[in-house]
């Protein structure tokens, strides 16, 4: 399989888990915002437990909206974080997330053969994904066959990944000149998922650079979007409101207040009003997820990146989106869970 292609796992018939490490340790990487994180999954039964954990900080504007917009920078950072960690081994797993991937469920018509089915979805694709219109990579899995109604036949259902080439390419680009050689390009949303390992209805929310929305249960994520709002948005709002330089801005969130020329006290407000306008967003997507797709309601919510840590937002959650929220981060054991759950596979 080509290494710069997309690859899903197939929908597992029981919770997601990990194979046995017969094969060579495959690392999962995570690019975000604002440093890139690196974990590898150690070989034991139970929850994901990291063998290693590391992450490097980028420098402003290296990536942007999710994408590698200096590949340089990139690989010097995974090269940071990988030094001096034993036992990482070569192959890596890289997480995308962006506007310019699309997540949607389609219904197949009713053709039995492989091949068909493959050619089917590739045709649905293009004709209702735009993401997928040109120059796009394009995988799926199936999902659970959708009962007919009053004994008809059922109906197949797909989840459907288009990823624009120049996206993916940017990505491995900085990997493999990082020294590492990709074997597979996976959604964010999937290794948030198989880090948290839901065993109901759970809305898996990743606040980075953009933010990441997945409705996920056990047997994986069902609905996926992207909403253009993350750290840098509050950043950018601060620096307006401030006339602070947006570079320094961030680096004070993220706990760098060398170069803070501003009134924190205009932080909280500002950390509200890009938390409020990304509920409102997932509040119309879960809808949506509810109203058109079928989909079932998540009972908690589960948040990762940096914007997750900032003070107040786990409360803020809370409140504007009537959700128990847990922090993914407990879960990972003090690797970042995104790169934990892209360093392991589901069961096919």
Sequence with gaps: MPSRQL????????????????????AGIRIGATHVAVALAAPVAGPLAPRVAASAPLPTGAVKNGEVLDATAVAG?????????????????????CQKVAVRVIDLPPVQREEDVVAAVHMLAKER??????????????????????????TKRALVVAARRELVDGHVAAVRAAGLEPVGVDLLAFGLSRCVRPTEPTLLLDLDGVTT????????????????????TVAEDLSQRTAADPAAVEA???????????????????VGRTIRAIASTVRTSIDFHVEQEDGVAPAICVVSG???????VTALLRETLDLPIELAGALAGGADPVALGLSVEEVR
Excluded at 7 to 26: C, D, E, I, N
């Design 7 to 26: 690859t899903l796992p197939r929908l597992p018939k029981r919770l997601p888990t990990r194979r046995a490490q017969s094969t060579a340790p495959v």
């Design 77 to 97: 950072a995974i090269r940071q974080a990988i030094a001096g960690h034993s036992g990482l081994g070569k192959q890596a797993r890289i997480g995308i997330g």
């Design 129 to 154: 994904i735009p993401t997928a219109a040109e120059n796009a990579l394009i995988d799926f899995r199936l999902l659970p066959d959708v009962p007919g109604e009053n004994g008809g036949a059922p």
């Design 213 to 232: 929305l997945a409705v996920a249960g056990p047997d994986g994520c069902r609905f996926v979007r992207t909403i253009p709002a993350g750290i840098g």
């Design 252 to 270: 004070a969130l993220l706990g760098d207040r060398s170069g803070v020329t501003y009134d924190v006290a205009e932080e909280e407000p500002a």
């Design 306 to 312: 940096p914007l997750a840590t900032l003070p107040g």
